[in-house]
């Protein structure tokens, strides 16, 4: 079995530096990690692998600094990467970038395709349902647990906020996973010095069947971000020192700010 994992590099705080012209957020590789939902979907991978033998392939868009995380991926336990990253799909909305990693998806192949239930710079968790659409197969999500029953059968436990499925899919498919579904491990340094030889291929939009570049990037992107900027910082704390009753003085702050009545 092939299984190719989906992952994206996010900042790491909300710190981040937005085009004033694009409204896009500025990925330098700075202040960055792995997409913490990803975490999930990749070690749902490494424990089908372990259950079945398969290959656990994964894959990500961005500039190249977003190798980094790919090679994390390689010291965890994936055995191959690639990276899909071209000035043409910079400022790309969810569907674009479903449209792209389809593209890429479907020339490496795959029997199941597993992403995390969503991004932390987004927050949309349509991607991955996206991508579904774009191969058409069967899709997925809120996954918690997956159980390989034959080489041709998923048995998924999916939950959401109001209730919970087990149902059987057929492969191809993709899925989604969230958070709980497993404990992600860390990278290995075993792994770390096995993988060092490993190359991550870098593809650009040439390598993609579909090479019409305004079905990529800000021209292929129906939605367009109006504007986008970092939460506004409220310092309002006081400090207090040297008190003789501080429990009164919390007392009565608390009660001038109406957390507490005084009587």
């Not at 090479?211 to 400090?239: C, D, M, N, W």
Request: hydrophobic content about 35%; charged content about 30%; overall charge negative.
């Amino acid at each position: 079995m092939k299984i190719l994992t989906c992952i994206k590099q996010v900042p790491a705080s909300s710190n981040v530096d937005v085009d004033p012209e694009t409204g896009v957020l500025i990925r330098d590789g700075k202040n960055v990690k792995m997409n913490p939902y990803d975490l999930y979907a990749l070690e749902t991978a490494y424990l089908l692998k372990a259950r079945s033998g398969a290959h656990v392939h994964t894959v990500t868009m961005g500039p190249p600094s977003a190798a980094d995380v790919l090679r994390e991926a390689l010291m965890m336990g994936s055995d191959g990467a690639t990276l899909l990253s071209d000035p043409r799909f910079a400022g790309a909305d969810v569907l674009a970038t479903a449209y792209a990693l389809s593209q890429m998806l479907r020339r490496i192949g795959f029997d199941l395709i597993i992403c995390g239930k969503q991004t932390t710079d987004g927050d949309t968790a349509q991607v991955g349902p996206e991508i579904a659409e774009f191969l058409d197969v069967p899709h997925v999500s809120y996954v918690r647990d997956v159980d390989l029953r034959d080489d041709k059968t998923l048995r998924i436990r999916t939950v959401d906020d109001r209730h919970e499925d087990v149902l059987d899919i057929k492969l191809p498919c993709l899925i989604t996973v969230d958070k709980d579904a497993n404990t992600p491990r860390l990278p290995s340094f075993k792994r770390k010095r096995s993988t060092r030889d490993i190359r991550i291929e870098t593809w650009t939009l040439d390598d993609l069947s579909d090479k019409e570049a305004t079905h990529y990037g800000l021209r292929g992107s129906p939605t367009q971000v109006e504007s986008i900027f970092p939460p506004e910082r409220q310092a309002t704390g006081r400090i207090h020192s040297n008190l003789e009753n501080p429990g009164k003085t919390l007392f009565d702050i608390l009660v001038e700010q109406k957390w507490l009545r005084g009587d």
